[in-house]
């Protein structure tokens, strides 16, 4: 699903021409209104990314209901979305979008939680927050059926491919070092 391993994270637009010039091929975008978005995602996937808009994130649509999805499908025209609502990851799997669902490990019954809603709805991966966790990444890659991207507080490649080494088929982040 993950053309590589590494994913850029956009949490704004200054991050943009960075993201445009890396080789990066995935990108998570966590940010947006809904009259903009269109063309950046054009722009991102016109240089050869492939595009997930967390859909939480943008301002102006009900991304849970059918006609919102359909209009971030149909005009904002991502290759996916990410989500915590299992109803935005329902409707956007009725809309041809692959699916990542994020969760919040907080505690162990947070992780039987996600891993049973998860195991339900069946996203097209899941992405564990913070991924800075190799001991509970390992343990959800072992309980889930698709891949797990490990994302959040991750500052350099050495704790990215700690994460990896756990099983964590990718890793997002918006701030790394090559230390």
């Keep these: 699903m993950f053309k590589q391993p590494y994913i850029y994270t956009i949490t704004n637009w200054d991050q943009a021409d960075e993201c445009l010039k890396s080789s990066y091929q995935t990108v998570f975008l ?3 209104k809904m009259m903009e978005l269109p063309e ?13 808009v967390h859909v939480d994130f943008i301002t102006g649509i009900e991304s849970h209901t059918q006609d919102g999805m359909s209009y971030v499908a149909e005009v904002i025209a991502p290759d996916g979305i990410i989500s915590t609502r299992s109803q935005s990851i329902i409707q956007g799997k009725k809309n041809g979008l692959k699916t990542v669902q994020r969760i919040f490990l907080i505690d162990t ?9 998860a195991i339900k709805i069946q996203p097209d991966a899941i992405e564990a927050m913070p ?3 190799p001991r509970v990444i390992k343990e959800l ?10 994302g959040g507080l991750f500052k350099t490649k050495e704790e990215m491919n700690a994460a990896l080494q756990a099983g964590a088929a990718a890793v997002s982040a918006s701030h790394i070092s090559d230390d």
């Design 30 to 32: 966590l940010t947006g």
């Design 109 to 117: 019954h947070a992780m039987e939680k996600a891993i049973e809603t």
């Design 131 to 133: 991924g800075l966790m």
């Design 40 to 52: 950046y995602v054009y722009h991102l996937q016109n240089a050869g990314k492939t595009v997930f």
């Design 141 to 150: 890659v072992n309980s889930v059926p698709f891949p797990v991207v490990a």
